[in-house]
């Protein structure tokens, strides 16, 4: 029997989806008996757990704040992190509180560059077990980045420039530190050259 093609979803047509061309809806594998393990669902081989404070552009007692280790292409992708090794539904309430304030913080704190036109906060969840919540940055003027999409526009734009990412992690952790915690991420050096004449001589 000929498969009949599924019709296409109406976000296809959206200016904010990165792809043109013919598309065909993937077949879905049928659901697995058990659930996979995540990605360090055992505290002992949990990334998150193990990294070092200097993995990270700021940290407090109870949470840390990190980004990738090079940049992307939105101006600001960060993820908040509890130092305990625990999801969101495991949250105490201190923490689960302390969420919600962290949360607004970076969104302010993101949103006061100045490429920044809004701060997009995702938890998904479905990798890694310990809690990350992510925090991505759509660039002002750019409103074919808005909504769902933002994600996939982040790897396929090129990758904005390293001096203006670490200026804007430096940003960042100094903004957080005004209410705590340790900034941990330094602005780019100036990049600065002996005059040609010292070094000729
Ligand atoms: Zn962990």
């Not at 002992?44 to 404070?53: L, V």
Request: glycine content about 6%.
């Amino acid at each position: 029997m000929a498969d009949i093609p599924m019709p296409l979803p109406g976000f296809t047509a959206w200016p904010s989806f990165p792809f043109e061309g013919d598309f065909k809806i993937k077949h879905l594998d049928p659901p697995v008996e058990t659930e996979p393990a995540r990605k360090g669902e055992d505290s002992a081989d949990c990334t998150a757990c193990t990294a070092p404070d200097d993995a990270y552009i700021w940290v407090n007692e109870r949470w840390r704040v990190r980004t990738m280790d090079r940049p992307t292409g939105l101006p600001m992708v960060l993820m908040l992190e509890p130092r305990s090794h625990l999801d969101l539904g495991d949250l105490p309430n201190l923490l689960a509180a302390e969420l919600g304030v962290m949360t607004v913080r970076l969104e302010r704190a993101i949103r006061s560059l100045d490429n920044v036109a809004r701060v997009h906060v995702y938890r998904w969840g479905d990798g890694a077990a310990h809690l990350h919540v992510w925090f991505m940055a759509r660039p002002v003027g750019q409103l074919q980045l808005r909504g769902t999409f933002l994600p996939l526009w982040d790897d396929i734009l090129p990758p904005i420039p390293e001096d203006q990412w670490r200026e804007s992690l430096a940003h960042v952790a100094a903004w957080l530190a005004e209410f705590g915690g340790t900034p941990l991420a330094q602005p780019p050096r100036i990049d600065w050259q002996a005059p040609a004449k010292l070094t000729d001589s």
